[in-house]
């Protein structure tokens, strides 16, 4: 049986279990994601391409009227050039490899170029033989070669804007599809936690806060969809990026590339230093936090009995205690971050100071074009960027580590025995209950129930008594296999209730607790409690049978009237009396009233003491009550002292005996009389 225990579940940066146990969640919505890193691939390789397309522009277009060019006979150029004077003119760079004799074409071209002579532009041509010609262009002549680039650069331009139009879109699309897929993933994840929620025992619940099992479900599901969305599949883009980077940065120029990448191996240093420093970090911040969530929720939740006692300022004080260790955490995590991050701009710069040092000179002697340092700068912007988004990054892969493992300690909790593999069904119960020697603790060693046995028959109503803490509540509990038995047994109609299942169990069995609980919504959904089968017919019916109909009908709605968390605008009597009606739809049949009686002031339970006696009818009764005046009727009383079985008899039976219940009646009687 797994145990569910919080502080197990500090973080690690990754683990592959769990990792595995998370794309577990991803198989279903694995072409989504498939297309996902499709469009990735497409946007990376749009990425990259906007810095060449600006490269070759300044290169081979604005900064390449004097470049040297190749004049061929109309017809015979491999490639479309400037058409001027009965030749088309290729630049040699445009042409991926010199025209050699035999190459196909008509005649060898002839070298030529533009140069510039103060304010006058000359073409010169080297004919065959070493013949050089050399002509003064006019503003017009000059225009046509002008005109070439101008119309080359507004097509790279307009390339360009498509390439950017286009990745706005793909980024858009691939963003859109992500989140579905994360939110889809993370709401399986969240159903899966609650369905679970719903099967433990209630020791469990006695064991967890609240507030920490909230935090599963909403701040632990949040770091997990942040981890599918922002890391699983960007870290495909990052990973593209980076390699596609490398590829065309030693394609365009092998020395610009080795000097760009010379600190790669700081980089590494740095990344690894802040890993350890990090996860510490971030552990203790972590650890803190599940503490301020811990108390924030006790404290909320006991706020009444905090502001009735005066308790206000010292609890104030054990918060800011809390709260001031969370603040010194985050800020030793907030040191980590803001040392790590500046390092990788550092490293950046200089890297960029590198470039510009080793590709700035070779521009200036003319063995490097400046649309190709301008690239590279570019590239090495791109290539840091994943970079220096490694904090962001490897925070949220923690985080949702962090979460994954917790969410999953919580999915492996099982702390509920489980139900038969031959199942008893039985259609509708007699109310025969028996304990056969039955043991129970919530804790180890420490006995609350201690070889308990006795026989209730069917329709009977049977009070158990004795004083707090005697377990009385426990034997209640156990019916409805709330928990488990350490041993012996207990027998519904001469079945052992293991042998049941759980939700059949219950559904034979109707409840009324001293402290009523009610949800959100409106009075009718608080009787008929999700179950379809029970009409609108029903729920007034059982209204009226316990007397609830007279309050509800002065409520603005009627049934329909709206009911606040845990029924705040309802008194304790009109929310016992809701919990009657509760009960009374499902015509359970076991009834158990657990100081059900123990709210209501004397005119709201005289109002309902006729309501009880035809509820009890044709029922097996449980009754546990502190007030020995509402059981003297009850078929059956049972003494419970110290977790045992003490008395078993009528009221007057028990009196006559003048044992433990005699004692008790005598307090009661006493403490009445006094207050008379």
Not at 92 to 109: L, V
Not at 516 to 523: E, K, P, Q, S
Request: aromatic residues 10%; proline residues 4%; neutral net charge.
């Amino acid at each position: 049986m797994a145990i569910y225990h919080e502080d197990e579940a500090l973080g690690k940066a990754y683990d592959q279990k769990l990792m595995r146990r998370l794309l577990k969640y991803a198989r279903p919505y694995r072409s989504l994601l498939a297309v996902c890193i499709v469009l990735l691939l497409v946007i990376t390789g749009l990425d990259l391409l906007q810095p060449y397309l600006i490269k070759v522009a300044i290169d081979n277009h604005m900064n390449a009227l004097t470049e040297p060019m190749l004049a061929f006979v109309p017809g015979n150029e491999p490639r479309p050039g400037i058409s001027f004077d009965e030749y088309v003119f290729v630049r040699e760079k445009e042409i991926k490899r010199d025209p050699a004799p035999d190459s196909g074409w008509a005649g060898r071209p002839i070298p030529a170029r533009i140069e510039q002579n103060e304010d006058a532009y000359y073409l010169l041509m080297q004919f065959p033989g070493g013949d050089i010609t050399r002509r003064e262009l006019t503003p017009t002549e000059l225009c046509i070669f002008k005109e070439y680039d101008t119309h080359a650069v507004i097509r790279l331009s307009l390339i360009l804007l498509g390439a950017l139009s286009l990745a706005f879109l793909l980024n858009y699309i691939e963003v859109y599809i992500l989140q579905y897929t994360g939110l889809k993933i993370v709401s399986s994840m969240r159903l899966d936690v609650f369905q679970h929620l719903q099967r433990l025992s209630l020791s469990f619940f006695d064991k967890n806060p609240t507030g920490r099992l909230v935090t599963r479900v909403t701040n632990d599901m949040d770091a997990l969809n942040e981890m599918y969305t922002a890391v699983l599949v960007n870290l495909f883009k990052d990973v593209f990026l980076l390699v596609g980077i490398i590829i065309v940065m030693l394609k365009m120029n092998v020395e610009l590339a080795l000097v760009s990448f010379a600190v790669l191996p700081v980089i590494v240093c740095v990344a690894a230093v802040f890993r350890k420093k990090a996860r510490d970090a971030y552990r203790a911040v972590r650890v803190r936090l599940a503490r301020i969530n811990a108390a924030m929720a006790e404290n909320i939740s006991g706020m009444r009995i905090i502001q009735i006692f005066g308790r206000e300022a010292k609890k104030f004080r054990e918060f800011d205690e809390i709260n001031r260790d969370y603040f010194h955490a985050g800020m030793q995590e907030l040191k980590v971050h803001a040392i790590f991050r500046p390092a990788m701009d550092l490293i950046s710069s200089l890297a960029l100071a590198l470039l510009l040092w080793f590709g700035g000179r070779r521009v200036m002697w003319g063995t490097l074009e400046f649309g190709m340092l301008f690239a590279f700068t570019n590239y090495l912007q791109q290539f840091f960027r994943p970079i220096n988004d490694l904090t962001e990054k490897y925070n949220i892969m923690q985080s949702a580590m962090a979460s994954a493992e917790r969410i999953f300690l919580l999915l492996d909790a099982d702390e509920v025995e489980p139900d038969p593999v031959e199942p008893v069904i039985i259609p509708r119960l007699k109310g025969e209950i028996e304990f056969q020697n039955v043991w129970f603790t919530y804790n180890g060693e420490d006995w609350v129930l201690k070889d308990v046995s006795f026989r209730i028959e069917p329709g009977e109503t049977c009070a158990f008594v004795g004083a707090t803490g005697a377990g009385k509540t426990s034997i209640i509990s156990l019916i409805g296999r709330m928990y488990e038995i350490s041993h012996g047994k207990i027998l519904i109609d001469g079945v052992d209730i293991r042998n049941i299942p759980r939700h059949e169990l219950r559904r034979h069995i109707g409840v009324v607790h001293q402290d009523v609980f009610l949800f959100t919504g409106d009075i009718k959904s608080n009787i008929r409690l999700g179950d379809l089968g029970i009409t609108d017919e029903q729920v007034r019916e059982a209204a009226c049978f316990v007397n609830a109909d007279k309050f509800i009908r002065e409520l603005p709605g009627e049934y329909d009237a709206k009911v606040k968390e845990r029924g705040a605008t309802l008194s304790s009597g009109e929310r016992q009396l809701l919990a009657f009606a509760r009960a009374l739809a499902r015509d359970p049949a076991i009834l158990v009233l657990d100081e059900a009686t123990a709210h209501i002031d004397t005119e709201t339970e005289a109002l309902i003491q006729d309501g009880l006696a035809k509820l009890v009818r044709g029922r097996t009764t449980l009754v546990v009550a502190h007030r020995l005046s509402t059981i003297q009727n009850a078929d059956k009383i049972i003494v419970i002292h110290k977790g045992r079985v003490r008395e078993i008899g009528t009221h007057q039976e028990l009196l006559a005996r003048r044992g433990i219940y005699y004692q008790l009646y005598l307090l009661q009687y006493k403490e009445q009389m006094g207050v008379s």
